[in-house]
T-cell receptor, first 115, second 114 residues
Framework: DAKTTQPTSMDCAEGRAANLPCNHSTISGNEYVYWYRQIHSQGPQYIIHGLKNNETNEMASLIITEDRKSSTLILPHATLRDTAVYYCIVRVEGGIETSGSRLTFGEGTQLTVNP | NAGVTQTPKFQVLKTGQSMTLQCAQDMNHEYMSWYRQDPGMGLRLIHYSVGAGITDQGEVPNGYNVSRSTTEDFPLRLLSAAPSQTSVYFC?????????????FGPGTRLTVT
């Protein structure tokens, strides 16, 4: 799995957009970009994933650069409950055959949303 | 659905004791795994299973055993607890096959070994 690089910490004002960057310059053509978050002391929670195109769901948007070497997770209107560690993970699509079901976590970005 | 459940939530062991951390899921997921998380660090994979009767080692398997006799359950056994195994343990499950994206995590078991 490709290695990712994320800032250690970021701050965001409540109600503003939180933009979390991730570099994955060695990503392979068949690797997806996944984002998980971990609110203090809880198990990680899936947020969103993408391959090439930008993606949006009810939680967030994912912007992937054209060369796929970096991506940005966007929380459009951050709330205090979004304070968490955010993990950017790249791996092949899930499936037993690929061993892609295993997630390799880095240290993530600690996002603090301030009132 | 209860999702992924883990018991106990907290456990204190003395060095050399053994115990089993329980994990169960009710989503009929083929894939289950165990991670540990040390303070200030990301999760590291201990063992995983791709189906009943099939298990394999992850990144940090030493000192732990697993078995998968049913689809629902994936217990993690500490054979002889050591202080280095003080950590938070998370169990996760997911569906297998193409098009599967999301792993579901349990609430964790906080283990202290003295």
């Amino acid at each position: 799995d490709a290695k990712t690089t994320q800032p250690t910490s970021m701050d965001c004002a409540e109600g503003r957009a939180a933009n979390l960057p991730c570099n994955h310059s060695t990503i392979s053509g068949n690797e997806y970009v996944y984002w998980y978050r971990q609110i203090h002391s809880q198990g990680p929670q899936y947020i969103i994933h993408g391959l090439k195109n930008n993606e949006t769901n009810e939680m967030a948007s994912l912007i992937i650069t054209e060369d796929r070497k970096s991506s940005t997770l966007i929380l459009p209107h951050a709330t205090l409950r979004d304070t968490a560690v955010y993990y950017c993970i790249v791996r092949v699509e899930g499936g037993i055959e690929t061993s892609g079901s295993r997630l390799t976590f880095g240290e993530g970005t600690q996002l603090t949303v301030n009132p | 659905n209860a999702g992924v459940t883990q018991t106990p939530k907290f456990q204190v062991l003395k060095t050399g004791q053994s115990m089993t951390l329980q994990c169960a899921q009710d989503m009929n997921h083929e894939y289950m795994s165990w991670y540990r998380q040390d303070p200030g660090m990301g999760l590291r994979l201990i063992h995983y299973s791709v189906g009943a009767g099939i298990t394999d080692q992850g990144e940090v398997p030493n000192g732990y055993n697993v078995s998968r006799s049913t689809t629902e359950d994936f217990p993690l056994r500490l054979l002889s607890a050591a202080p280095s195994q003080t950590s938070v343990y998370f169990c996760a499950s997911s569906s297998a096959g193409v098009g599967t994206y999301e792993q579901y995590f349990g609430p964790g078991t906080r283990l202290t070994v003295t």
